[in-house]
């Protein structure tokens, strides 16, 4: 017979009761039992095992295999597993094309149906499984979001591409297509580039976004340490999937939910562990959207310092040598995390596999001879692999890149392009000259609306050779972008940002350690005009209307915490 008795406030399956349990409930339970549920299954927490599987892309085409084993460790921890399937826009195939505009959108998007799956049926933990890059920090700020139990579990990074002998990755196949464009690598070439390059399943191989924010949700404690490291097609990637399915039951029965894990301390040792990897740009925006989800008072600012104090000490792609799958066989986050509370850059924290940081990065196994890591006494870059400047151009922030090269300024004439598309012709056709700053505006959250990646135009600059170019952009950078290049300019042209109103040949002024970027040109007699554009439909409208300045994360949420600015000195 079916128990009709309220749950206890403290019991595991408190929330999900109110459809399971009492007569009135018997309609939600006849759904349930043709689901396959029973009467033991409605006094168990019910876990969601969301999934951004899709079979479009490498990044996230072997999910399904994981939530299986994910379902298996629910099960055997008293849980019952409940499927959902969300949405995810492939960056590496978007890329370069209007399809780029989804991208971010797509954050959200999973996100928000993340939070309506699991709160529609009341379940009570979450396991989210991701792969390609938006997928991961969704799942985070949809877990800070609801603040109920749950973690997120990373599908893997992608093993190397080889191509006569050399490991290569998808950022290679995008500089392939700029030496394509100069003449410098034929058809063959290029075709034996694109074939070698994804040998299989797991995300993007170098530290691009997708790496980077798995090892900073690991850092933050919201993913169970070393399991987001383990490549997709390694044996052991299904038994991180059991692990993730006891834990999610065991922080419900537990009562630990998602904003125990998501501080504002926990989010800084995030930010440190990304410039320590030398990680996406990306991450800036990412994490201080979680922030804003979880209602935590931390920003681009905190993001600035964290950098500032933290030197490179992983050789990692796209400046390094090395790829994720070679970073988990050196020893993996767990070793990077031990380093950094060893030099005291980070502090200690709880985290959702029940033991705290510290204790997890003491269990550190560092290979003889290792080469991917290094230490804070002989890092891989002396300084951090980002930076937030503020100036005239760009009076709310805009982040450059600094891991891969050692420009600390830059001066050149603006070549303006309103368009990703129209700055990558002019680069395919040569007519970008060296010391050249190319601004590419109206790529900005509303502008694109969307905020597309850059890594068509930055990879067909490296593909040709180009040694003295600097980029600016409202718009993003790929975690596989490199060079000197800054993003994130906020104001974004669309709303009247100063960016709008630089002209062909102004001169334009970089300063790294000034923390700088400005144009040497009395803009206060220009009058914004923004170029006629097809209007935005559909949830693109949708996102244009709603979305916050790339300070601000670039999220939907009502009232995001105000962007941090730079105090004046």
Known sequence: MTDTSPPSPGSANRRSAVVTQGGNRAAARSYLRAAGMGDADFKKPMIAIVNTWSSVTPCNMHLQGVADHVRNGVREAGGAPIDFNTIMVTDGISMGTPGMKASLISREIVADSIELAVEGHQLDGVVCIVGCDKTIPAAAMALARMDIPGLVLYGGTIMPGV??????????VFEAIGAHGAGTLDDEGLKAVESAACPGAGACGGQFT???????????????????????????KKDEAERCGRLAVELT?????????????????AAVAVSASGGSTNAVMHLTAIAAEAGVDFGIEDCHAACARTPVICDLKPGGRFLASHLFFAGGTRLVTKRLAEAGKIVDAPTVSGRALFEEA?????????????????PAMARGSYAVLYGNLAPEGAVIKLAGHEIESFEGPARVFDSEEAAFDAVQNGKINEGDVLIIRYEGPKGGPGMREMLQVTAALKGRGYKDVALITDGRFSGASYGFVAGHVSPEAAVGGPVALVREGDTIRIDVPGRTIDVKTDLSGRKFEPPARPASHGVFAKYAALVSSASQGAVTIPNPPPAQVREAK
């Open 253 to 269: 029965i537990k009562g630990l939910n998602a904003r125990q894990f998501i501080t504002r301390e926990s989010l800084i040792n």
């Open 362 to 378: 003491n269990e550190a196994v560092e290979p003889k001879g290792q080469e991917v890591i290094t230490d804070f006494t002989r």
């Open 163 to 172: 191509v006569a002998g050399k490991e290569i990755s998808i950022q290679e």
């Open 210 to 236: 997708a790496n980077t924010m798995a090892m900073a949700l690991s850092v933050m404690g919201i993913s169970p340490m070393g399991a987001n490291d383990v490549p997709a097609v390694h044996p052991s």
